[in-house]
């Protein structure tokens, strides 16, 4: 076997190269739509945080505020 082996013609590897370099763009592609969407869910994420922190601290408000008015746990209808 020399060096007109298929596998190592100019031809072949040509070819090769460029697979390559479909498979690369497309996996930076594909990165960068990952990395959209895990900032969009980090964002996420802190705006949920926040609102928890909202309403465990209006859950201690009202907790420390001594006795409830029955009224408040009437449904909206009546």
Do not use: W, Y
Not at 29 to 57: M, P, Y
């Amino acid at each position: 076997m020399g060096m007109d082996h298929p596998q190592h013609s100019p031809q072949h590897i040509d070819q090769r190269l460029t697979e390559l370099e479909i498979k690369a763009s497309f996996t930076e592609d594909l990165l960068e739509q990952l990395n959209q969407i895990i900032i969009r869910q980090q964002k996420q994420i802190d705006q949920l945080v926040d609102e928890v922190l909202q309403l465990r601290e209006q859950s201690e408000l009202a907790a420390a505020g001594g006795p409830r008015n029955m009224r408040d746990d009437l449904p909206p209808h009546f």
